[in-house]
């Protein structure tokens, strides 16, 4: 399948501070992302999405900005909970190929109370 | 909330048995994903159908494994013979265009002793 890399594999934030998870995509045709959430023992929970017409998507506590340029997501989450501890994956979806999800390795995050 | 169900949560069998995975989308879903966790990795898509048709099968090891979607509702995915390395997360996914909408069930953890 084709590579969605992510940048670090771990990341350790104070409770209260803001949380940037970055995702690097490999195919430029990719015209969706998703970013899920993934808690120990459970499947991926969607987080927020953006398609590649926009360069940025707000949710509730969470931003998700796209660099078509560079090929890069990230994922910012305002104000890290103790909740927010999980892992973090980025999927690419190239419509012109069916749909087909991709994801990274994800990215660890774990919130310091 | 509508959600994707998968059993059994967890499954343990003996290398060279016969193993399977049931999944029942959201109902009118009609984009089903299965796809394989290791763990420590991102999910790697195995098989995507739209309604009972396969759409990528690509990856998916198709001198042991199966997956089928007779009325384009649920499905199943079987393991024959199961092999050490088939222990993983199996997750099933399903959207409603297939290009929104991506959901995930909890999974089926799978040991193969």
């Known amino acids: 399948g084709e590579s969605v890399g992510l940048h670090l594999p771990t990341l350790s934030v104070q409770e209260g501070d803001n949380s940037i998870i970055n995702c690097a995509y490999s195919?430029?045709?990719?015209?969706?992302f998703i970013w899920y959430k993934q808690e120990s023992g459970k499947g991926p929970q969607f987080i927020i999405d953006?398609?590649?017409?926009?360069d940025k998507r707000q949710g509730q506590r969470v931003t998700v900005l796209l660099n078509k340029t560079v090929k890069h997501l990230s994922l910012q989450i305002a104000a890290t909970q103790p909740g927010d501890s999980a892992v973090y994956f980025c999927a690419e979806i190239i419509t012109n190929t069916g749909n087909q999800f991709y994801f990274g390795t994800g990215t660890s995050l774990t919130v310091i109370p | 909330e509508a959600e994707v169900a998968q059993s059994p949560r967890y499954k343990i069998t003996e290398k060279s048995q016969a193993v399977a995975f049931w999944c029942d989308p959201i109902?009118?879903?009609?984009?089903l994903y299965w796809y394989r966790q290791i763990l420590g990795q991102g999910p790697e898509l195995l098989v995507q159908f739209q309604d009972e048709s396969v759409v990528d099968d690509s990856q998916l090891p198709k001198d042991r494994f199966s997956a089928e979607r007779l009325k384009g509702v649920d499905s199943t995915l079987k393991i024959q013979p199961a092999e050490l390395g088939d222990s993983a997360m199996y997750l099933c996914?399903?959207?409603?265009?297939?290009?929104?909408?991506?959901?995930f069930g909890s999974g089926t953890r799978l040991t193969v002793v």
């Open positions: 109902s009118g879903h009609a984009t």
């Open positions: 996914a399903s959207s409603l265009t297939g290009t929104s909408g991506y959901t």
């Open positions: 195919n430029s045709a990719s015209d969706y």
């Open positions: 953006i398609r590649s017409n926009m």
